[in-house]
């Protein structure tokens, strides 16, 4: 097969790729993407977009089946609900087949050209892809490996048969009876939430002493305390320990180290991620590693000259939002542009109900950084938005230094909140201060209203508190 020479080769071709790989076509270097799976990564295949369709999914799903105890508040009557989860999955399977071709047709547009197989090193420019047809051969001036990552398999469960990655659960063909998931994170809650909605008896089995322990207590309060509304039983300092013989059976060590057996259709593993270093022919570059992670600079250089790494295999965050900034900037670096890593912010958003939404320094954060600060937090249930939506939990809040009030962290949970991201991280960004935020008008009647309060609050004269 005749050799590839070209500017630029991108390895991998999920958000930070692919995003990566688009930039640099538009900037008129000669571009080629190399992926082994589908076009966007675990992000649009099997992570961000699958996933936030059974939560959508569900969420219908509860809405009807709350009428259906006619309980509704709002007069709804409805009869009980039933699902056809083959027929939800293929409802998802269609907007991921959608963004797969809208993903292939901006890189056809930005004039990238796209080569499908398992890419490995050969040296530090060289690259051999195994294609369907034979050994690509690839000469590059530069390289940008973003490989991604993978879920952590757990040593005495295995994925396979009843023990399911997020890949297996966003595939089921039916709502399991019952659900034990092993990790109260991310992907733990977000899905374990979805499935109670379903119908399915969820139990989390979390390590550390409480759930989603990457977020501060009282942001995590108002989700746990739904997860027991909707009947998910959850088991902190407490550890997976193995599986029956039959496979039915999860044995889970509790907090006061007793043996529980919890019965289980599916056990949903999701105990992390891990950075996809292996399978490319990371040996033949020896690249410094930072951890499990390869190590970057603040222009995603590694340690070999002429290779650029961005996304998942990079370290936390593990967010597609990160991974897409990194690519963006990546492509300009190669492009000649001066550029280097300064955001002040990559906000997180966890998709549970309610939703959490953290950008920058919680209070707690800010204070062990040595700095004086003010915060102000509003509760959604003094806001009219929240309480049409039957929403009456949760709050925001500002945190910004105390002696010249620019913002340094704005945190919320409550239904919908995650649409507020952008604000959060567009007034941290721009380095708002809490007047700033005040004084813009924000408009009504909107959730969003509640964080022009929190920096009232902060300021010492809330409106409507
Ligand atoms: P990836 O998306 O992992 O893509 C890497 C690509 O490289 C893959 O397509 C892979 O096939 C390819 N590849 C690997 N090795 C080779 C090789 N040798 N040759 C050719 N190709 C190769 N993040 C968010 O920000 N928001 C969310 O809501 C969110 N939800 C998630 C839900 C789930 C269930 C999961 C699993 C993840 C979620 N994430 C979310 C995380 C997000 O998916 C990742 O942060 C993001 O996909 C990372 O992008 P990436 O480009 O680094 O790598
Ligand atoms: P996670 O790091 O969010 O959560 C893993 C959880 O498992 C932790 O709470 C940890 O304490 C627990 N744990 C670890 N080992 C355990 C064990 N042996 N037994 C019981 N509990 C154990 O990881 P995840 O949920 O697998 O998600 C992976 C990554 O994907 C996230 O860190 C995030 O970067 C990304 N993600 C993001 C989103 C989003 O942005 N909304 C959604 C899903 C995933």
């Known amino acids: 097969m005749k050799e590839i020479s070209c500017k630029l080769l991108v390895i991998g071709s999920g958000p930070g790729g692919y995003v990566c790989a688009i930039r640099a076509g538009q900037l008129g270097l000669d571009t ?50 039933a699902i056809d989860f083959r027929a939800t999955v293929a409802w998802k399977d269609g907007i991921v087949g959608r963004l797969n071709a809208g993903v292939s047709g901006l890189l056809k547009k930005a004039k990238v050209k796209s080569v499908l197989g398992r890419a490995r090193f050969r040296d530090g420019k060289t690259v051999d892809v195994e294609t369907e047809t034979g050994i690509q051969t690839i000469r590059a001036e530069a390289i940008v490996i973003a490989t991604g990552s993978a879920p952590v398999e757990l040593p005495f469960l295995p994925f396979g048969g009843s023990v399911i990655s997020s890949t297996g659960a966003l595939a089921l063909d039916a709502v399991p009876a019952r659900l034990a998931v092993v990790g109260g994170g991310y992907i733990g809650l977000e899905l374990g939430t979805a499935f109670a909605k379903l119908g399915s008896k969820v139990t989390v089995v979390e390590a550390e002493a409480r759930i989603l322990p990457q977020y501060d207590a009282d942001l995590v309060k108002p989700v746990a305390r739904h997860l027991a509304e909707l ?9 997976a320990k193995g599986l029956s013989s039959k496979g039915d059976t999860l044995k889970v060590e509790d907090a006061g180290g007793r043996e529980v057996k919890l019965a289980a259709d599916r056990i949903l593993v999701t105990v992390g991620r891990r950075p996809v270093t292996d399978g490319w022919g990371l040996e033949e570059i020896d690249l410094d590693r930072d951890g499990r992670f390869l190590r970057i600079d603040d222009q995603c250089r590694t340690s070999m000259r002429g290779i650029y790494a961005i996304g998942d295999v990079t370290g936390e965050p593990m967010l597609a939002h990160r ?30 109900d309610p939703e959490l939404v953290s950008a920058g320094l919680s209070p707690d954060e800010a204070r062990a950084s040595g700095r004086e600060i003010k915060f102000g937090q509003f509760p959604l249930s003094a806001n009219g938005r929240a309480m049409t939506l039957e929403s009456d939990t949760g709050f925001v809040r500002v945190v910004a230094r105390a002696d010249n009030h620019v913002v340094l962290g704005i945190q919320a949970v409550g239904r919908g909140v995650s649409e507020m991201a952008a604000a959060f991280g567009l007034a941290i960004e721009m380095g708002a201060r809490l007047e700033d935020v005040a004084a813009t008008v924000h408009a009504h009647p909107t959730q969003g209203e509640g964080l022009q309060e929190a920096a009232l609050k902060a300021l010492g004269h809330a409106l409507h508190i």
């Open 231 to 239: 009947g998910v039983t959850v088991m902190t300092e407490a550890k």
């Open 323 to 352: 991974a897409m900034a990194q690519g963006e900037m990546v492509a300009e670096i190669v492009a000649g542009h001066r550029r280097s890593w300064d955001k002040r912010v990559i906000p997180a958003i966890c998709f549970t």
């Open 32 to 81: 080629v993407i190399v992926e082994a799976g589908r076009p966007g990564g675990t992000c649009l295949n099997v992570g961000c977009i699958p996933s936030k369709a059974i939560i959508h999914a569900a969420e219908q799903f509860e809405t009807v089946a709350h009428a259906a105890t006619g309980r509704s508040a709002l007069g709804i009557s409805a009869s009980a609900p």
